[in-house]
């Protein structure tokens, strides 16, 4: 039997044996693991996998592809709102064997919507000021209405006819001399017979 002083230096040395051993066996493991996780070389690549080609998600872009005679290319300019301001095809026969980069450099200003050996998307957007519409009174057969001139041209109806007025005002509606305010516009419409205060003031 030991005594309890023997019992006490005994359970102090196998405690300190059992620390040295749980110890070099934690380091190991730990140098272990992360040697395995930094030499696989298939750790990064199974990471990738389930991704779709980038090139196709950032731009588009099939890189290895390059234009054909099949090839339809078309030219886009957007403008500010990514309205089409302007669209054309133009021929592949010209840029054959021509890849994304230096198709870019030959259209300088442009951008690859997309690019695969079927189809080529070139886009460039401009900063397009729309034209401020103009009122005229005037004439469209046999009626008498205002004439939107601009960007967006129309004619909008008064129901008035030009049986109903001189040979020498026709005239002069005809040849649209009579500008109209924003404020005119708006009231002849609501108004028809509005008309004859401003032919007046057009005759003074």
């Known amino acids: 039997m030991f005594t309890k002083k023997q019992f006490i230096t005994l359970l102090g040395i196998a405690v300190v044996i059992f620390l040295i051993f749980f110890t ?55 403008d500010q709102n990514d309205l089409i301001v302007e669209q054309q095809e133009i021929s592949s026969m010209s840029l054959l064997g021509k890849n994304s980069e230096e198709l870019l450099n030959l259209f300088k200003g442009y951008e690859l919507e997309h690019f695969t050996d079927k189809e080529v998307i070139l ?25 939107v001139g601009g960007s967006n041209p129309a004619f909008i109806s008064l129901n008035l006819y030009t049986k109903d007025f001189s040979s020498h005002t ?9 500008s109209l305010t924003i404020e005119q516009k708006n009231r002849l419409e609501k108004d028809a017979y509005y008309i004859e205060e401003i032919l007046q003031n057009y005759n003074e």
Do not use: C, H, Q, W
């Open 170 to 178: 026709v005239e002069i509606l005809k040849e649209k001399a009579i």
């Open 24 to 78: 070099a066996f934690y380091t190991v493991s730990y140098r272990k693991g992360l040697e395995e996780s930094i030499v696989n070389p298939n750790a990064l690549i199974e990471t990738f996998e389930g991704i779709s080609d980038i090139d196709e998600v950032l731009g588009e872009v099939e890189e290895d592809s390059v234009i054909t005679p099949d090839t339809r290319i078309t030219l886009k300019v957007l």
């Open 123 to 147: 886009t460039k957007t401009m900063y397009v000021v729309s034209e401020a519409p103009s009122y005229k009174l005037g004439v469209e057969g046999d009626e008498i209405g205002i004439v």
